[in-house]
């Protein structure tokens, strides 16, 4: 009984995927390190302790989840995927009418649910329910369609877009440029790996490099951004665009923050000038700038190791999805990697002045319940690909 109890755990044990857990427990602690670096030179007067415990608390939840969506398999995730998009269009639609007021006043934006202290993004659950649904839609559609043509391809992306579509809306209704770009993003990363032609890809690709092309020339003239007002844009959206393009034109108002971030990473040098040290106030520094701190207490070479933790989970994460060889865990697993690229892309961007200010996180690192527990979702679906792949490595049904 004793061996057949060993043999138990040990046979547990090796299907956990350590080699996910590694880098996401670094960049936990990473980002543990920061918030209390933030934290301590910060002069609003926001305790310390209660912002480092209230991250350790939701990384507690977010790792509960990951162990509570392992024991799913993909066949329970497949059923699950519609329930999951249909219950995040409902949190998305309800945050319209209860949105905290007190957060839209600070950021305008009406994305966060408030109860008392706790409050709630319900856009960053939302973007793992969007990837089992996506997943789920383009393994179907592969099973059903014998042979891929252009008509059949366009059909394929005409249905990932009906599924799509409804998140751009609601999120400008809310405000939220930043997390719009995020689905954008994880939709054309699925596009590009479900099959879809070369002739597709190529002049769809020419085609969104001259429509971001002529978006900027629009908000750099004056008759384009009277244009762009017309259909949305604020003065803010301006602002970012005018300070990420002339940094140093305005580093008292509006250009305050991107200023103070570039000079404190820069200050950092190659070594960083060593823990817990910050001599330069950078706003929002726990959460959107958490890229500051690590810069300037431990430089480039701090950075770069930084920069490796994530190339090495999105490594892993490659890495199981061809042991496993499931169809429809290899479409969940580019959504998460587009998932977390784009984050870390856009959040280090726009920290060194590379990218406008958008509000995004960095992954497992910044301050936030929210984002953290999206993510944590994330990991937890790719991390149920090892723990059931025997039980579904002979099943080639429906991508299973």
Known sequence: MQNNSRMGRKED?????????????????????????AATHDTSGVSVTRQVVSQLAWFTIGTILVIGIMQFDAQQLWKLAPYAYWLGILLLVAVLFLYSRS??????????????????????VMK??????????????????????????????????LWTIPLPVLLLLQHDFGTMLVF????LGLVVVSGVSWR????????????????????????????LEKVGFENYQFARVDNWLHPSADTSNSGYQLWQSMKAIGSGQLFGKGFDVSNIK?????????????????????????????????????????????EFYAYIATGVIMMILFHVFENIGMNIGLLPLTGIPLPFVSAGGSSLIGNMIGIGLIMSMKYHFKSYSNDTRSGF
């Not at 044990?13 to 670096?37: E, H, K, Q, W």
């Not at 954008?184 to 939709?187: D, E, L, N, Q, V």
């Not at 701190?293 to 061809?322: D, P």
């Open 200 to 227: 597709i890809l190529v002049p769809s690709f020419i085609g969104l490099v001259i429509f971001a092309s002529s978006t900027l020339l629009l908000v750099v003239t004056s008759e384009g951004r009277t244009l």
């Open 13 to 37: 044990n090796s299907r956990i995927d350590y080699g996910i857990i590694f880098p996401v427990l670094m960049l936990a602690i990473i980002g543990l390190a920061s918030i209390y670096v």
């Open 282 to 326: 950078v706003p929002v520094r726990e959460s959107d700038m958490i890229f500051s701190v690590i810069g300037e207490n431990f430089g480039f070479v701090g950075s770069f190791a930084l920069i490796a933790l994530y190339f090495l989970l999105i490594y892993q994460i490659i890495k199981v999805t061809f042991d496993t060889k499931n």
């Open 184 to 187: 954008i993003a994880i939709f």
């Open 128 to 161: 793992p329910a969007y990837i089992l649904m996506m997943a789920r839609e383009i393994t179907i559609y592969n099973h059903q369609t014998e042979d891929h043509s252009i008509r059949s391809d366009w059909r394929l992306i005409g249905k990932m877009g």
């Open 103 to 124: 957060y839209a006043a600070s950021t305008g934006a009406k994305s966060w649910f408030a109860l008392g202290p706790f409050t709630f993004q319900p856009s960053e």
